[in-house]
């Protein structure tokens, strides 16, 4: 540890080497610093406000915008700090649409979580909002801007990370609000339905859409066979929201847990993936035969599929025709499958159970209604 490489927070020595700003240094320091605008893949915005310390000798500061600096003295939760964070979550729930027990968000909802920490308990300001229409023209996502706090952490994730822009802030003041162009719904304007905004959005002002209904429906239909297909991301993901250690297998929980709901079988996706990836190589080798457009990009991502198309389709025929992993089960699952349990095609019920979005659309493609036709294996399957 270096003199010129050091500084004080809450009375305790703290090396900085490379941090951007003193935020990183004082979570390096395991200090707790709340943020809804602070993300280290986006740009810095210091617009909430929620990082502000006290710096000796300077004042007050935004710890997101302020660069740690060598014998800096920096204390981070004093009475004043503590009540500008509380005060600026009682502005934004003045402002927010307080919906908690119907929300999607629910239990996720930082700035929940944040008023419950800061000990909110009344909001004394008038509230402010005014009611907006709920965007619920795409498959994938639901936009509800009375719940959205103005974070922007949406907009730069669309814009300087997936390269769309597809929303963006509207209006000054009281007015202001986040936006697809225009006021357009998002289903209007060039979104790729990736799910970044929904991922990074601390509140439920953009969640993914939901589909349990319609799953009950069918598990409770009589003349339905439901079966599922797990994508390899989700027996992680599932297992961390349960508690369990980063990276530990929840497979056969998942699987026990979807046979006692109901569903007939569970499928891995992995194995359509084998199956993809079996059929992108017989593509590639033909390609490379036939002297045919190289190199071959996959086309597993729905999300980057529209965005190609959007914005680069003079790259679709670098494209792979292969279809992706949930579209090759989904196919070969309709094939197969109502013959072994002896139920008509349109009976059996896949549902997908994906990390992303975007399949949500990808389902619903044109492309893959079963008139179109079928991919090499799954004629290969059905023996035509
Ligand atoms: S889904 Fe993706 S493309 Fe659409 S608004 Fe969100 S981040 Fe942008
Ligand atoms: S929609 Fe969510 S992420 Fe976007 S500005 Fe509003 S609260 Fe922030």
């Given at each position: 540890?270096?003199?010129?490489?050091?500084?004080?927070?809450?009375?305790?020595?703290?090396?900085?080497?490379?941090?951007?700003?003193?935020?990183?240094?004082?979570?390096?320091?395991?200090?707790?610093?709340?943020?809804?605008?602070?993300?280290?893949?986006?740009?810095?915005?210091?617009?909430?406000?929620?990082?502000?310390?006290?710096?000796?000798?300077?004042?007050?500061?935004?710890?997101?915008?302020?660069?740690?600096?060598?014998?800096?003295?920096?204390?981070t939760?004093?009475?004043e700090?503590?009540?500008?964070?509380?005060?600026?979550?009682?502005?934004?729930?003045?402002?927010?649409?307080?919906?908690?027990?119907?929300?999607?968000?629910?239990?996720?909802?930082?700035?929940?979580?944040?008023?419950?920490?800061?000990?909110?308990?009344?909001?004394?300001?008038?509230?402010?909002?005014?009611?907006?229409?709920?965007?619920?023209?795409?498959?994938?996502?639901v936009?509800?801007?009375?719940?959205?706090?103005?974070?922007?952490?949406?907009v730069?994730?669309?814009?300087?990370i997936?390269?769309?822009?597809?929303i963006?802030?509207?209006?000054?003041?009281?007015?202001?609000?986040?936006?697809?162009?225009?006021?357009?719904?998002?289903?209007a304007?060039?979104c790729?339905?990736?799910?970044?905004?929904?991922?990074?959005?601390?509140?439920?002002?953009?969640?993914?859409?939901?589909?349990?209904?319609?799953?009950?429906?069918?598990?409770?239909?009589?003349?339905?066979?439901?079966?599922?297909?797990?994508?390899?991301?989700?027996?992680?993901?599932?297992?961390?929201?349960?508690?369990?250690?980063?990276?530990?297998?929840?497979?056969?929980?998942?699987?026990?847990?979807?046979?006692?709901?109901?569903?007939?079988?569970?499928?891995?996706?992995?194995?359509?993936?084998?199956?993809?990836?079996?059929?992108?190589?017989?593509?590639?080798?033909?390609?490379?035969?036939?002297?045919?457009?190289?190199?071959?990009?996959?086309?597993?991502?729905?999300?980057?599929v529209?965005?190609?198309?959007?914005?680069?389709?003079?790259l679709?025929?670098?494209?792979?025709?292969?279809?992706?992993?949930?579209?090759?089960?989904?196919?070969?699952?309709?094939?197969?499958?109502?013959?072994?349990?002896?139920?008509?095609?349109?009976?059996?019920?896949?549902?997908?159970?994906?990390?992303?979005?975007?399949?949500?659309?990808?389902?619903?493609?044109?492309?893959?209604?079963?008139?179109?036709?079928?991919?090499?294996?799954?004629?290969?399957?059905?023996?035509?």
């Amino acid at each position: 540890m270096t003199l010129d490489k050091t500084l004080t927070v809450n009375g305790r020595a703290v090396a900085f080497d490379g941090e951007r700003n003193l935020l990183e240094v004082i979570r390096k320091a395991k200090i707790d610093l709340p943020t809804f605008c602070y993300h280290s893949d986006l740009s810095i915005y210091g617009a909430c406000r929620m990082c502000m310390v006290e710096v000796e000798g300077r004042g007050l500061a935004a710890a997101c915008s302020t660069p740690p600096e060598a014998g800096m003295r920096v204390r981070t939760h004093t009475d004043e700090v503590r009540e500008i964070r509380k005060i600026s979550v009682e502005l934004l729930l003045a402002n927010h649409q307080q919906a908690c027990p119907t929300c999607v968000k629910a239990d996720a909802c930082q700035l929940r979580d944040l008023g419950r920490k800061l000990g909110v308990t009344e909001v004394r300001f008038k509230p402010t909002a005014r009611t907006m229409p709920v965007d619920r023209s795409t498959v994938s996502l639901v936009r509800d801007p009375n719940k959205c706090i103005l974070c922007g952490d949406c907009v730069r994730m669309c814009s300087e990370i997936q390269g769309v822009g597809a929303i963006d802030f509207a209006h000054r003041g009281a007015r202001a609000c986040v936006t697809p162009a225009f006021g357009k719904d998002l289903a209007a304007v060039e979104c790729v339905l990736c799910g970044q905004c929904a991922a990074v959005c601390p509140t439920g002002a953009i969640a993914p859409r939901s589909e349990t209904e319609e799953v009950w429906r069918a598990l409770h239909d009589p003349r339905k066979t439901v079966v599922a297909q797990i994508a390899p991301a989700v027996r992680v993901a599932l297992g961390e929201c349960f508690g369990l250690e980063a990276g530990a297998l929840s497979t056969g929980q998942i699987a026990a847990a979807l046979r006692a709901l109901g569903f007939r079988k569970v499928f891995d996706t992995c194995f359509a993936a084998d199956l993809t990836v079996m059929e992108e190589v017989h593509e590639f080798l033909t390609r490379r035969k036939e002297g045919r457009r190289l190199p071959q990009f996959t086309s597993c991502c729905p999300a980057w599929v529209k965005f190609a198309e959007q914005y680069y389709p003079e790259l679709l025929p670098n494209l792979s025709t292969c279809r992706s992993p949930q579209q090759m089960f989904g196919a070969m699952a309709k094939e197969t499958l109502p013959a072994e349990y002896r139920v008509a095609r349109e009976d059996l019920v896949v549902v997908s159970i994906m990390p992303c979005t975007a399949k949500k659309f990808e389902a619903r493609r044109a492309e893959f209604d079963p008139s179109v036709a079928r991919t090499s294996a799954e004629r290969w399957l059905s023996g035509r």
